[in-house]
Every structure is written in C-alpha cells, then in structure tokens.
T-cell receptor, first 120, second 110 residues
Framework: DTGVSQDPRHKITKRGQNVTFRCDPI?????LYWYRQTLGQGPEFLTY????????KSRLLSDRFSAERPKGSFSTLEIQRTEQGDSAMYLC??????????????????FGPGTRLTVT | GENVEQHPSTLSVQEGDSAVIKCTYS??????FPWYKQELGKRPQLIID?????GEKKDQRIAVTLNKTAKHFSLHITETQPEDSAVYFC?????????FGSGTKLNVKP
C-alpha cells in the first residue's frame, strides 16, 4: 500500500497519560498535515509541515500537543496529559508541493486512515 | 481565518436523482476548493476540486461550480447511485490551511 499510513489505528488511554501517534506520508510527499475530527464534524486543522519545518499551528492547539517531522519523512503527534476532550479521530494528510515558493498555489491532499483516540 | 458553512447537513434522494450540496466561505483570498467523500469508518477521499481561476469543473457524474463574487461553491452529483451514499465535506484552502465544512450526509435510496 503506497498511501498514507498511520499507527496505531486505535488507542485507548487513561486521562493524564501521554500518547504518541505516527504518520507515514506518501513517499516523496513533502507537505504533511495533522487534523482532528470529532463525530459529525469535518476535520479541524492542527498543524502542517513543509519538509521538516513546522510552518503553522492552529491557535486552538493546546500546549499539550506537539508535532515533529525530524527528517522530513514520517511525523509524530504527541499529546501530553490527555483529557477526555481529546477523544477524537486524528488524521494525517500529505501532498506533493512542486514549488514551495509558490505560496498561492494549492495541492491535493491525501488522507491516512486515522488514529482513533479514546480517553477514559 | 476562514469560516466555512455547508448545507444541508443531511440529504436524502431517490436513486437516479441529482444531489446538490452548497458551501460558503468568508475570505476572498481563499483560492482552492476541494470536496471529499468519507464513508463510514474510512478516510476522506478527494473526489473533485476547483481553483479560483475556474468557474466550473466536471468529472463524469460529479461537477463543482464556484462563484467567487458571492463566495460560494457547490457540488453536483447527477444520476445518483446507492454507492454515492456517504458524508461529503467541502474544504477551503486559506494560505495553506484547510478549513472544512461540517459535512453533508447523503443517503441515496434504491
């Protein structure tokens, strides 16, 4: 499967614990996004990377959330001191940006299957 | 930021009929408008997209129209089939951040 993959697919944790999710984008895709999706809602932007650089984070994103993409390939999303309100589907998406300097041009995103987090 | 509204939230049509889903956005600088289909328990799948320099785009039974002046765009599905049943999301790219509508659950009755 050459699509975007995410691991784990499901995670159940107790309130207060830390969790880490991994996303592997499509090979050679240089842009990577993280989203959160709750039941009955559309994906909500969290952050995105161009190669290894984290270019933007949502202002709604708590300091308990951190994301990395150390080598410009896979990415991790960590949630510290989880709360019940963190329960959601966490989606990753990637795209191939042919000209990163062309800020006004948009590229198709391809989503991973998501990691469903349940905080008890 | 961007504010995206999507209507209707649910849509039920008879097989063979057409379905139309509408989205509005707030920032005239937004320039890319994809539509995604999400089946239950699956990832969102891009089905069609349109850029701000185009007014309409068609791909077989699916079309999207964009009215930049009014800041709204619509998804049109003709000759609907039961396999079209899913949740559809519109999205707006605003300076490389994607804002999604709240989704439309489409039910195609055989």
């Amino acid at each position: 499967d050459t699509g975007v993959s995410q691991d784990p697919r499901h995670k159940i944790t107790k309130r207060g614990q830390n969790v880490t999710f991994r996303c592997d984008p499509i090979s050679e895709h240089n842009r990577l996004y993280w989203y959160r999706q709750t039941l009955g809602q559309g994906p909500e932007f969290l952050t995105y990377f161009q190669n290894e650089a984290q270019l933007e984070k949502s202002r709604l994103l708590s300091d308990r959330f951190s994301a990395e993409r150390p080598k410009g390939s896979f990415s991790t999303l960590e949630i510290q001191r989880t709360e019940q309100g963190d329960s959601a589907m966490y989606l990753c998406a990637s795209s191939l940006v042919r000209d990163p300097t062309s800020l006004g041009y948009s590229y198709e995103q391809y989503f991973g299957p998501g990691t469903r987090l349940t905080v008890t | 930021g961007e504010n995206v509204e999507q209507h209707p939230s649910t849509l039920s049509v008879q097989e063979g009929d057409s379905a139309v889903i509408k989205c509005t956005y707030s920032d005239s600088a937004s320039n890319y408008f994809p539509w995604y289909k999400q089946e239950l328990g699956k990832r969102p799948q891009l089905i069609i997209d349109i850029r701000s320099n185009v007014g309409e785009k068609k791909d077989q039974r699916i079309a999207v129209t964009l009215n930049k002046t009014a800041k709204h765009f619509s998804l049109h599905i003709t000759e609907t089939q039961p396999e079209d049943s899913a949740v559809y999301f519109c999205a707006v790219d605003n300076f490389n951040k994607f804002y999604f509508g709240s989704g439309t659950k489409l039910n195609v009755k055989p």
